[in-house]
């Protein structure tokens, strides 16, 4: 399966800083998620970026996506202590093929 | 994790005993997923279902079996074949049957064999 490998496993950043992970996977997609997960519960998504966009932005939230390389990268600005969490990238392969998830990035946030 | 429930949070169950997880919607939502994560790992897709009376496998369906009577609702049924049960499963739906939208997940249901 095409499964997306997220960079790096595990994040530790200041609050405020900014926090970026990436996700490579392996053959053409229809389009590229991320979602988070906070500790023992379900995932959130967070954003859809279609394999025809290159930049996506949703609050302090920052996506690009190059399907020339493969690969896609979530930025976080000015990360808080609630951004805490694990972050998950999903790709949709072309046809009627259901999401396939990578293993995540932890990010701790340091108050 | 609003519009989706599952239950029982945690669940115990002896080795050779089937277990059934429930999951329930009330988004309308044509597809439902079952994933299993294990500690430190990404998700695992176990079945899923397009459309009320039909679900395919994913790519660890061994050991598990689902039904679909319902829209609203897919239990997952973890059977004394599964040899490994132990993990945290999750539960998720999406509007259409195409597969191709976000999804939406349950809080989830920890299972652990004694």
């Known amino acids: 399966s095409q499964q997306g490998e997220e960079d790096p496993q595990a994040l530790s950043i200041q609050e405020g800083e900014n926090a970026t992970m990436n996700c490579s996977y392996k053959?053409?997609?229809?389009?590229l998620q991320w979602y988070r997960q906070n500790s023992g519960r379900g995932l959130v998504h967070l954003i859809l970026?279609?394999?025809?966009?290159r930049e996506k932005h949703s609050g302090r939230l920052r996506v690009t996506l190059d399907t020339s390389k493969k690969s896609s990268s979530l930025l976080i600005t000015a990360s808080r202590a609630a951004d805490t969490a694990s972050y998950f990238c999903?790709?949709?392969?072309?046809?009627?093929?259901?999401?396939?998830f990578g293993k995540g990035t932890r990010l701790s946030v340091i108050a | 994790d609003g519009g989706i429930t599952q239950s029982p949070k945690y669940l115990f169950r002896k080795e050779g005993q089937n277990v059934t997880l429930s999951c329930e919607q009330n988004?309308?939502?044509?597809?439902m997923y079952w994933y299993r994560q294990d500690p430190g790992q990404g998700l695992r897709l176990i079945y899923y279902?397009?459309?009320?009376?039909?679900?395919q496998k994913g790519d660890i369906a061994e050991g598990y079996s689902v039904s679909r009577e319902k829209k609203e609702s897919f239990p997952l049924t973890v059977t004394s074949a599964q040899k490994n049960p132990t993990a945290f499963y999750l539960c998720?739906?999406?509007?259409?049957?195409?597969?191709?939208?976000?999804?939406?997940f349950g809080p989830g249901t920890r299972l652990t064999v004694l």
């Open positions: 998720a739906s999406s509007w259409t049957s195409g597969l191709t939208d976000t999804q939406y």
């Open positions: 999903a790709t949709q392969g072309g046809g009627n093929t259901p999401l396939v």
């Open positions: 279902s397009q459309i009320v009376n039909d679900f």
């Open positions: 988004l309308n939502h044509d597809a």
């Open positions: 053959t053409s997609i229809n389009n």
């Open positions: 970026i279609r394999s025809n966009e």
